[in-house]
């Protein structure tokens, strides 16, 4: 079993930066495909970015097209731990975020991902 739990959220204003964390349990880390999900209200749970663990295809990583150039997910194997540096923020960013684990490969679909955290808000403000 793996728990993951996610930080760094808040209130920011449009244009501006947020970090999020996602802290995993477990010794084998760096086998886990790790992603980063968001869900608004009234909407349904989104992708965000993902990134493969790590000696598959070197660490890669995807993003949605709607934060492409402007988000980036890195992994710290040596800290278990997975961040979403979120740039120029825009309100429709507005959502709850989920950080999420699987073991192996995975893509973009929430159900290929085994482990979920609790969510952390972030809140946009025009």
């Known amino acids: 079993q793996v728990q993951v739990v996610e930080s760094g959220g808040g209130l920011v204003q449009a244009g501006g930066s947020l970090r999020l964390s996602c802290a995993a349990s477990g010794r084998t880390f760096s086998t886990y495909t790790m992603g980063w999900f968001r869900q608004a209200p009234g909407k349904e749970r989104e992708f965000v970015a993902t990134i493969r663990r790590s000696g598959w295809t070197g660490g890669s990583t995807y993003y949605a097209d709607s934060v492409k150039g402007r988000f980036t997910v890195s992994r710290d194997n040596a800290k278990n731990t997975v961040y979403l540096q979120m740039n120029s923020l825009k309100s429709e960013d507005t959502a709850v975020y989920y950080c999420?684990?699987?073991?192996?490969?995975?893509?973009?679909?929430?159900?290929?991902?085994?482990?979920w955290g609790q969510g952390t808000q972030v809140t946009v403000s025009s």
């Open positions: 999420a684990a699987v073991s192996g490969v995975a893509g973009t679909s929430k159900y290929e991902y085994a482990y």
